[in-house]
């Protein structure tokens, strides 16, 4: 989960933003934001996604043993 959120000086501090960490976002943007930016951040967040997916797959593999 990548959080976007309107350009404040206290938006890091805002409910939502700390919500979204809590909630294990991958990164938080601010508006506007940069497009390469979040293409990068959707390309990482898939990338550390199919990591803990075959990560995660491997353990069960374990214990299934």
Do not use: M, W
């Not at 501090?13 to 960490?21: I, K, M, Q, V």
């Not at 909630?23 to 390309?43: C, G, I, N, Q, W």
């Amino acid at each position: 989960r990548i959080a976007i959120e309107n350009h404040s000086n206290q938006a890091l501090h805002h409910p939502d933003s700390l919500r979204a960490f809590a909630e294990h976002a991958f990164d938080y943007l601010l508006k506007p934001f940069d497009v390469p930016r979040l293409k990068e951040l959707v390309s990482q967040a898939l990338k550390a996604e199919i990591a803990r997916v075959a990560f995660h797959g491997a353990q069960d593999s374990l214990t299934d043993s």
